[in-house]
């Protein structure tokens, strides 16, 4: 779809409080969509549907099933034995999302008619996606387009779309033309082997049918033997609709419907498709496949839309009910956290035919493989949510645990399982064994994962029947790779292995294997011993199935009590590996794509040669086993690592988070608490078009729980030590802990638990026992209050601050009132200050004697524009307000940072005629956000591009709207103006001229508004 030209008509949409249960996005440009589909996708865990337009045929645009990879070889000009074959990749099945429009003859294409508004919206509550387009067409005719769907829960793959269009203006027949489209291909394999496949067949048709009842499409793969039906059903209102015809098209089945439309009226589809699938060369018949598909279909027609939309609420009740969140005063972080939640939930596989893949179901990066971030991320995140679903995730890999046996026989291993280290159907898929097949970690991440699930769950049925074995094949591969070295007195040592770590490959002794190895040691050699005696008969028979002998358990205990952990001792950290601290480190990169790693820029050589992570390795075996571990020596090493880490893994930031939150770097873990939060809402990586982060995301809930939350998990045992970001008046989260459910609400006072459901809980609360019976409710101060933290930046606003802009404001908007003949007065004035553009039009036009269309508000808006930059054209440094230049000057010469936050789109522009630019660190103009002030969007994004927590930051503005952004950012608020007009500030200061900043700096620890206050209030 090609509509360049038409989306610069879309009027900026009216600033709207956020909502943190609605995500809405309204960019009409083609070069977003990529990502917009991948952020509104949809999925149950076997079926994921990306959140393009029904009417558009959108490139990337795609529906996959869990269950639906093609496999095909690996090339090699030089194939050494135990290199991986093949490889699977999950490749876009038939899209059942397809609805093309015709007016009389003429077909509906959207790029060639005028975007009046769009909006797209995801309702977190409901998991239901939806969205508006009122568009015309090239002869005038006015549309308006709402569609809505879902993709059910409690279905294996059921797909319902409820799809309306009504007439503004239009007058005559409609068509509305339903498909299953096969066009669709995996994507190529380019320059980045991040996405893109070589795909050695795919998907061809075998079977297809078109009637007025139902249409379905057969395909089967070439090599992987998988066959997939899908079929789609309609139901409709006959007064509305006639089915005209049903054919085959070049590229699947299309079913027909015709109606009339007059001005006011419109019609409604609702389509129905389901997909069934059959397992890899299994024997199922396609009739079977045909019966399941419409079994499914059958009964989503008879319970209808709503039914099952309300059904899908209920069970996205359960998961907010256990997530139980809020966030007191940053509802846009809030909203972050539960879109993340909702992406993680609705990926995770029901059936353990299949766990989290890096992407979900959201797009096709990674191929759809799964990786060890499923168990280290992913399943730590649902454990106390949905713990069903962190269930399913282990029982993929034991059903995977045959192959994972072969894999370890592929690498010489005799006895043992171990786990690919990208994978769809168990089999390695990995063609670079260095950063791929050497990464045995994998095996520690599982059973790590293990070993939370059966102690937050209580699960010891799973632990029997599914989790020992997993534990005892997959603990053998370490006794391996690893021996007892005589020259380290005796110290097991691990050799050839790669960690996290992929900017550092094939080394000796590599610190978080080795930390990991020793936790995943011990559990299985602790299980091996609690299964004997829970359950002697079936230990015994698990014993000699797997020849296990309680020689080979104590050589587990004993490798483990000698693992190889040395600690530097000059630096006092612990050396990623063994030769990791002898290397250079890497130089900074000159210029290029901030956004593009490392590995698409240099020879892995090259990369290996130099001290430097691509994401946190060392840290994150202190975040995952680092319970003996000293708060000191933690810091130490948080300082050292975070020097040479570039953080080009989207996994990295949340273990950052988690432990500069636990050793007291309260500004860094809010930085890297935002990095993980907003990776894909923002893009922060570039590639959230190919699919969205999952691990990323479930570190989001990770970073609030661990980090701020203070939540380990240890010898079974839970803690907790809750503290509260400056950011933040409060937050709440619950967990679900061994059938009870903890409710966790932090306050500025101190931390309140309540026990919402079960019996009883025990946990502990900065290391002190403590036991909730049902019902129960205990309030704790806060044991220490840590210090506030300094002030490291200073956000201006521009208008009325820097510059005198106001009064040129003021001239254009007067001007475009006496054009237009609407009031203008000192109090719609004042009410302007600080407002954006439109929100400022909307001010102006509410006392308008006629009302006004989109278009012609985008064209006023348009003429105000361009009446101010006929003044600012003559603009030059003498246009600075006093003291200017001199207070922003000032704070940077104190070591702060400076930002502009303006709701004028002009601003980059203003600045550098005032002949200013250059001192400041970053802009955000109101071509950046969505919100206008009061909303603090704009004060939060100027610190979030500082990389600076909103607590440590100062904001300086000249109207009430400002001043109320700037306090609701959590930020301190300076006042230049008037008190009676600025009474919400913190300090009201005459001008600049008065501005000190060693006034707001006191000692290294706090702003000091009070003393500034005391001197400098404006009575």
């Not at 006959?238 to 089915?243: A, G, K, N, P, V």
């Not at 059904?311 to 972080?333: I, K, S």
């Not at 190895?517 to 559990?523: C, E, I, V």
């Not at 993980?676 to 590639?687: E, I, K, P, Q, S």
């Amino acid at each position: 779809m090609d509509h360049h030209e038409t989306a610069s008509v879309m009027p900026p949409a009216r600033s709207r409080p956020c909502d943190p249960w609605l995500l809405i996005r309204r960019q009409s440009n083609p070069s977003a969509f990529a990502q917009d589909e991948s952020l509104f996708a949809l999925s149950n865990g076997s079926l994921g549907v990306r959140g393009g337009l029904e009417e558009d045929d959108s490139p990337s645009q795609g529906c996959f099933l869990a269950g639906a990879w093609e496999r095909a070889p690996i090339e090699y000009h030089e194939r050494f034995p135990g290199f991986a074959a093949h490889t699977d990749t999950r490749v876009p099945v038939t899209d059942g999302t397809r609805i093309h429009l015709r007016l009389g003859d003429t077909p509906v294409r959207l790029g060639e008619g005028e975007w009046l508004e769009f909006e797209r919206a995801l309702d977190l509550r409901s998991g239901c996606y939806r969205r508006h387009l009122r568009w015309r067409s090239p002869e005038g005719a006015t549309l308006e387009i709402d569609a809505e769907r879902i993709v059910s829960l409690d279905a294996p793959a059921l797909l319902a779309i409820r799809y309306r269009v009504r007439s503004v203006d239009y007058h005559g027949p409609i068509t509305l033309e339903s498909s299953l489209s096969t066009a669709r291909d995996a994507v190529e394999q380019g320059d980045d082997p991040r996405i893109g496949t070589r795909l050695d067949g795919g998907f061809s048709t075998c079977d297809a049918r078109a009637e007025e009842d139902h249409a379905y499409v057969m395909q089967r793969t070439a090599h992987s033997g998988i066959r997939v039906a899908c079929m789609q059903r309609h139901a409709y209102d006959t007064e509305q609709l006639d089915f005209r015809l049903a054919n085959l098209a070049p590229h699947g089945v299309m079913q027909v419907y015709e109606g009339q439309l007059a001005p006011g009226t419109a019609v409604v589809l609702e389509k129905y498709v389901s997909y069934a699938w059959s397992a890899p060369h299994g024997e199922d018949t396609d009739a079977a496949l045909l019966d399941r598909a419409d079994a499914s279909l059958a009964q989503a027609r008879q319970q209808g839309y709503d039914a099952l939309l309300a059904r899908q609420a209920a069970m996205f009740d359960a998961l907010w009910r256990n997530a139980d969140l809020a966030v007191d005063g940053d509802p846009r972080t809030e909203q972050a956290l539960r879109f993340n939640l909702f992406h993680v939930f609705q990926s995770s596989s029901r059936d353990g035919h299949s766990s989290t893949a890096a992407k979900g179901l959201t797009g096709e990066g990674y191929e759809g493989h799964y990786f060890w971030d499923a168990e280290a991320f992913m399943l730590p995140a649902m454990v106390t949510l949905a713990p069903e679903l962190a269930r399913g995730m282990l029982i993929y890999r034991y059903r995977t645990l045959e192959r994972a046996r072969l894999h370890a026989r592929e690498l010489n291993h005799a006895r043992g399982a171990l786990y690919a280290w990208r994978t769809i159907s168990g089999d390695e898929c990995s063609a670079y064994f260095p950063s791929g097949s050497a990464q045995y970690h994998i095996n520690a991440a599982v059973a790590w994962a293990i070993r939370q699930y059966v102690d937050v769950s209580g699960d010891l049925g799973f632990l029997r029947d599914h989790g020992a074995e997993i534990l005892f094949e997959t603990a053998r591969i370490w006794l391996d790779i690893g021996h007892f070295n005589a020259r380290r007195n005796g110290a097991f040592c691990i050799h050839g292995v790669t960690g996290p770590d992929e900017y550092t490959a094939l080394v000796d002794n590599n610190h978080y294997t080795n930390r990991m190895a020793q936790r995943h040691l011990r559990d299985a050699a602790q299980v091996a011993r609690w299964l004997s005696e829970y359950d002697p008969r079936f230990f015994g028979e698990l014993s000699r199935r797997l020849d296990l002998e309680s020689f080979e358990v104590m050589q587990w205990l004993r490798a483990a009590d000698a693992m190889y952990l040395p600690e530097d001792s000059e630096l006092g950290i612990f050396p990623q590996d063994d030769t990791f601290l002898d290397k250079p480190r890497m130089p900074k990169r000159a210029h290029g794509d901030a956004k593009r790693p490392l590995l698409l820029e240099l020879h892995p050589l090259s990369i290996y040669r130099h001290q430097v992570c691509k994401q946190a390795d060392t840290l994150l075996s202190l975040m995952l086993a680092g319970d003996g571990v000293s708060r000191e020596a933690k810091r130490r090493n948080f300082d050292y690592y975070e020097g040479v880490t570039v953080h080009d893994s989207t996994l990295s930031a949340s273990t950052f988070s988690v432990i500069a939150a636990e050793v007291g770097e309260a500004d860094k873990a809010w930085r890297y608490f935002q990095d993980t939060l907003r990776v894909d809402l923002d893009d922060l990586h570039g590639n959230a078009a190919h699919g969205v982060h999952m691990a990323a995301m479930a570190g989001s809930w990770l970073a609030l729980c661990w980090g701020y939350g203070g939540v380990r998990i240890n010898h079974g045992q839970l803690s907790l030590a809750p503290r509260l970001p400056d950011a933040w008046h409060g937050y709440r989260f619950g967990l679900q802990w061994r059938g009870s459910h903890l409710r966790v609400e932090v306050s500025q006072t101190g931390v309140h638990y309540s026990l919402t459901r079960g019996d009883e809980v025990s946990f502990h609360h900065e290391g002190e026992l403590l036991q909730l019976r049902k019902g129960e409710s205990l309030s704790l101060p806060h044991r220490f209050a840590e210090a506030r933290q300094p002030l490291r930046a200073v956000i201006f606003d521009l208008d009325g601050v820097i510059a005198d802009t106001a009064v040129v404001h003021r001239a254009a908007w007067e001007r475009l009132a006496q054009e237009i003949d609407a009031p203008f007065d000192e109090v719609l004035a004042e009410r302007m200050k600080g407002v954006d553009r439109r929100g400022s039009l909307e001010i102006l036009l509410e006392r308008a004697p006629r009302t006004y269309s989109e278009a012609e508000k985008d064209e006023l808006g348009e003429r105000k524009n361009r009446y101010y930059r006929e003044q600012i054209g003559s603009f030059g440094p003498d246009n600075l307000l006093p003291g200017a230049r001199h207070a922003v000057e000032t704070t940077r010469n104190a070591g702060l940072r400076v930002a502009l936050a303006s709701a004028s789109r002009n601003a980059p522009l203003l600045l550098e005629r005032l002949g200013i630019a250059d001192l400041f660190d970053y802009i955000v103009d109101a071509s950046t956000i969505e919100r206008s002030k009061p909303d603090p969007e704009i004060f939060l994004a100027a610190a979030a591009g500082l990389g600076v927590a909103p607590a440590a930051c100062l904001g300086v503005e000249d109207a009430a709207a400002g001043i109320a952004s700037i306090r609701a950012a959590g930020m301190v608020a300076v006042g230049v103006g008037q008190r009676e007009v600025l009474g919400e500030a913190d300090v009201v200061l005459p001008g600049l001229t008065a501005f000190r900043i060693v006034e707001f700096v006191e000692d290294k620890n706090r702003a000091t508004a009070e003393r500034a206050e005391a001197s400098h209030i404006n009575t």
